[in-house]
C-alpha cells in the first residue's frame, strides 16, 4: 500500500470510528461484558426515521429505505427488497375501525408511564413535522403491525414505560432489515459489539440483531439495565441508549463540577443524542391523542400477530413457506435475521409464522422427514476442489460441509463422495432477477447524482474513501449505490457502479466511442514487480499512450512497484 493511500485508510477509520469506540476497548473483539458496555461512551449511529422523512417531504417512495446489510447473501436481497416493499401493504388480518372495540394503541396508552404533558422547543419541532405529515405515522403504524403486539407484551411484562414500545420509530422506523453507516441493524439498530452482549450473535446464517424476538428482548433488558444505571431516570437510559450511558455520565459530571441541572434537558450531549428522546416523546404524544392532531392510526387487534414453531432442525425457507400456506415474503418479514436460503443448521430452530397459519405449518412439519427439510445435493469431489471452493459453488460453508460429513479435517480427495445441503427451490424461488433490481436501484440513483456511470473492479487495497475521492463523490454516496455501508470490508473482485464526477471520465467516454460503452469498465490496475507500461498494454489489449494520458504519467519514465494505475478496458478484448 503506497503512503498515500495508507494515509487515506486511516484518515478513513477515524472519520468512521469518530466518538463510535469505548475506552480501552476495541468494540469488534466481542469481550465487552455489560457492566462494561453500561460505561461505554458510543454514540449508536441508528439507521433512524430520517431516510423516511425525507421521503415523505419528497414524495419519492422509491428512494425510502436504508439500505440492505450486506451479510445478505446477495442473490437474497432481493428477496428481502421485496419483502421490505411488503411492509405497508394490507394483510388479511388488516381489519377496519369500527370492528376493533379495543384494539392495541389502548393498550399502549394505558402502559405510557412517561410525563407527556413536557413541553419545550425540542419537542415542539419534532411535534410539528410528525403532525404536518400524517402520512410518516401512517406508513409506520402500517410497519409496526406484525411486530408490536409482541413488544408491547414484551414492556408490559417488565414494568418498562409503554412508550419504549415506540423506540422502533425512531430506531429503524419499524423496518426489520434497516441497516445503518454504523453498521447498526435490525428494528432495534443493534451495532455487533453491543448486540454480542445480549447473545445477539452473528453467523454466515443468521444475525440475531435482525431476529424480532431476541433483539426486542435483548434492546429491552439493556433499556432497563441503563435506567437503573441512572436510578430509574428512563430519559436518561433513552439517551444513553443512542450515546452510551459513559457519555451520558460524563455530561452529568460536567454539568455537577458547575453546580448545573443534571437532567437530560439539561445535558451537553451529541446532537443525534438531544433529539433523540424529543422524538420519542412527539410520537408518544401522536399516539396517546391522535386526534388532536388530525390522525387517524390504522386500527391494530389486541392480538399475537405471529405464533412461534419450533421446527427441531434446520429448513430451507422456501419449503417452509410452502407448508405453512404463505409467501415467502412473509416468512422473511416475520423471520428478518436470515442471511440465507434456509434457517441456521445450529438453531435457533424456530420460526415465526402467521398465527392463522401455525397449525397447518406444525402438521406439514410432522408430515415430513427430517431428513428432507434441506435438499441433498451427492457430489463427487473432482481434480482442483477445495472445501472453501465446493461450499461457494452450493451457497453454504466449509465448517457445514464437514459437520454433515463427519470430517475432521479439511482434507478431501479426488472422486470422494460428499453430502452438501442445498436451496430446494432454486434461485428463483428466494430472488426476482435480483441483478435487474440492482441494476435499476443503480440507475435511479445515479440519474439523481448527475455523474457519468462506471464500473470500478475493487483491487487489494481498494478503500471507500480512495475510490469516492477518486471520483469527487461521496463515501456514503457510493456505499448506498452499491447496498453496502461505508464500514464494510471492500472484497478484491467486488465490482462497484460509481456515478462519477471526475474530469478523467471522458476518457471513458472516448473509449467507449470505440466499443460498445456496456463493454468498457474502469479498472484499478497496481504495478508489479517487472511490469513495463508496454507489458500492462499488451495485458489489458489497451494502447501506451493511453495508459500515459490516463494516469498523467510520462512514457519514458519507469513504473514503481505497488503504483496504482487507471485502466479503461473493452472487455471483449481483454484476457
Request: hydrophobic share 35%; glycine share 6%; with cysteine.
Amino acid at each position: 500500500m503506497t503512503l498515500a493511500r495508507l494515509i487515506s485508510a486511516l484518515l478513513l477509520s477515524i472519520l468512521l470510528a469518530g466518538c463510535q469506540t469505548f475506552s480501552g476497548q476495541n468494540e469488534e473483539n466481542g469481550s465487552l461484558s455489560e457492566g462494561e458496555l453500561l460505561e461505554s461512551e458510543r454514540v449508536s449511529i441508528a439507521a433512524g426515521d430520517d431516510e423516511l422523512k425525507a421521503a415523505i417531504e419528497g414524495e419519492t417512495p422509491s428512494d425510502d429505505t436504508t439500505v440492505l446489510d450486506d451479510a445478505i447473501e446477495p442473490s437474497l436481497k432481493s428477496q428481502a427488497a421485496r419483502a421490505r416493499e411488503r411492509l405497508e401493504q394490507p394483510t388479511e388480518e388488516t381489519v377496519e375501525a369500527d370492528e376493533v372495540a379495543h384494539d392495541l394503541w389502548s393498550r399502549l396508552r394505558e402502559q405510557f408511564g412517561l410525563d407527556l404533558t413536557l413541553s419545550n422547543e425540542r419537542i415542539e419541532q419534532q411535534l410539528n413535522w410528525y403532525a404536518s405529515h400524517p402520512r410518516y405515522i401512517d406508513r409506520v403504524a402500517k410497519r409496526a403491525r406484525r411486530y408490536l403486539y409482541y413488544i408491547v407484551t414484551e414492556v408490559e411484562e417488565r414494568d418498562l414505560p409503554g412508550e419504549f414500545a415506540l423506540l422502533p420509530v425512531v430506531e429503524s422506523a419499524f423496518d426489520p432489515f434497516a441497516y445503518s453507516h454504523g453498521r447498526a441493524a435490525g428494528l432495534w439498530q443493534f451495532i455487533p459489539s453491543t448486540g454480542r452482549v445480549y447473545d445477539l450473535n452473528q453467523s454466515w446464517w443468521h444475525d440475531q440483531r435482525r431476529d424480532v424476538m431476541s433483539a426486542t428482548d435483548g434492546a429491552l433488558a439493556y433499556l432497563d439495565a441503563l435506567s437503573s444505571r441512572f436510578d430509574g431516570n428512563y430519559l436518561l437510559g433513552l439517551a444513553s441508549y443512542n450515546s452510551g450511558a459513559g457519555t451520558v455520565g460524563r455530561a452529568i459530571r460536567r454539568n455537577e463540577a458547575r453546580s448545573l441541572p443534571t437532567d437530560y434537558w439539561s445535558l451537553d450531549l451529541p446532537r443525534e443524542t438531544r433529539e433523540y428522546v424529543p422524538k420519542l416523546i412527539a410520537i408518544a404524544k401522536i399516539i396517546q391523542n391522535p386526534e388532536a392532531y388530525g390522525i387517524t392510526l390504522p386500527p391494530i387487534p389486541d392480538e399475537p400477530y405471529f405464533d412461534v414453531v419450533d421446527t427441531g432442525s434446520q429448513i430451507d425457507l422456501a419449503q417452509a413457506a410452502e407448508l405453512a400456506g404463505v409467501d415467502i415474503e412473509e416468512v422473511y418479514l416475520l423471520n428478518p435475521a436470515y442471511n440465507r436460503w434456509a434457517t441456521s443448521p445450529d438453531g435457533p430452530h424456530r420460526l415465526l409464522v402467521p398465527v392463522k397459519n401455525a397449525e397447518k405449518f406444525r402438521q406439514g412439519l410432522a408430515s415430513l422427514d427430517p431428513d428432507m427439510r434441506v435438499s441433498w445435493k451427492n457430489y463427487k469431489v473432482r481434480s482442483g476442489d477445495s472445501l472453501i471452493k465446493i461450499a461457494r459453488q452450493f451457497g453454504t460453508t466449509p465448517d457445514v460441509i464437514k459437520q454433515v460429513n463427519h470430517m475432521r479435517s479439511n482434507l478431501i480427495r479426488v472422486d470422494q463422495r460428499l453430502l452438501i445441503p442445498t436451496s430446494a427451490r432454486g434461485t428463483t424461488a428466494y430472488a426476482l432477477s435480483a441483478g435487474e433490481r440492482l441494476k435499476d436501484k443503480q440507475a435511479a440513483t445515479g440519474r439523481r447524482s448527475d455523474g457519468t456511470r462506471i464500473e470500478h473492479l475493487v483491487q487489494r487495497g481498494d478503500t471507500f474513501w480512495d475510490i469516492a475521492r477518486d471520483h469527487k463523490v461521496g463515501v456514503r454516496q457510493l456505499a448506498k449505490w452499491n447496498g453496502m455501508a461505508p464500514g464494510d470490508p471492500l472484497m478484491p473482485g467486488t465490482k462497484l457502479v460509481i456515478w462519477s464526477k471526475d474530469a478523467g471520465t471522458q476518457q471513458l467516454a472516448k473509449a467507449s466511442s470505440r466499443a460498445s460503452s456496456d463493454m468498457v469498465r474502469k479498472v484499478g490496475y497496481r504495478v508489479r514487480k517487472g511490469d513495463s507500461l508496454a507489458r500492462i498494454a499488451g495485458r489489458f489489449n489497451v494502447n501506451v499512450r493511453d495508459i500515459a494520458s490516463w494516469n498523467s504519467l510520462d512514457i519514458n519514465n519507469y513504473l514503481q512497484p505497488g503504483q496504482s494505475l487507471v485502466l479503461y478496458v473493452d472487455i471483449r478484448r481483454s484476457p
